[in-house]
């Protein structure tokens, strides 16, 4: 898929994905993959002055279920937010169908920690090649000084894939789900 890392070992299927997560079934690992790969856009919590924030921002996948990659500004309430706390929730949610009822739309929610990237590293430069990769029109942006590239780190990942059909991973399970092993 454009813009999404690539994905090392093997291909995914029901079969490798069994025993990722007792409680999550291997079709809905699938699609928790699925979900991820095909949103560009997700709400970003933070904590602003006490107080919950939400915004939205556009993400990149690391590769093998790594984390997120976000490219905020430094003018950005939610880049003071992330500099001042590290726990971050993501909400990835499919587009709403005309025919499907809003609690049975496939969601993710992800906890998680963002720690910004520094210019120089050999981790910034992987994650800014794949969110131009995603995003091509936000190369100029890379040329303002008040942006910065944080990466979210999995803490725990909450789906649900339709109407009763949630499930929890843990960033090891999530990253397995990721990486297309079991």
Do not use: K, W
Request: aromatic letters at 6%.
């Amino acid at each position: 898929m454009r813009g999404c890392a690539p994905r090392s070992g093997p291909p995914v299927s029901l079969r490798s994905l069994g025993s990722v997560n007792p409680r999550m079934e291997p079709n809905q690992a699938i699609a928790l993959r699925s979900l991820l790969e095909s949103q560009q856009v997700a709400a970003l919590a933070t904590l602003h002055e006490g107080e919950p924030a939400v915004s939205m921002v556009p993400y990149v996948l690391l590769p093998d279920g790594q984390g997120f990659v976000i490219h905020v500004s430094r003018l950005a309430a939610h880049t003071a937010d992330m500099l001042t706390n590290l726990a971050v929730g993501l909400l990835v949610t499919a587009p709403l169908v005309a025919s499907t009822s809003p609690q049975g739309i496939p969601r993710a929610s992800i906890q998680g920690n963002a720690r910004q990237r520094a210019n120089d590293s050999p981790a910034y430069s992987q994650a800014r090649s794949l969110y131009v990769s995603r995003f091509p029109q936000s190369e100029e942006m890379f040329t303002f000084s008040d942006f910065s590239l944080f990466v979210i780190a999995v803490r725990s990942v909450r789906f649900v894939g339709g109407f009763a059909q949630a499930s929890s991973v843990t960033a090891g399970q999530f990253a397995s789900i990721m990486g297309g092993t079991s």
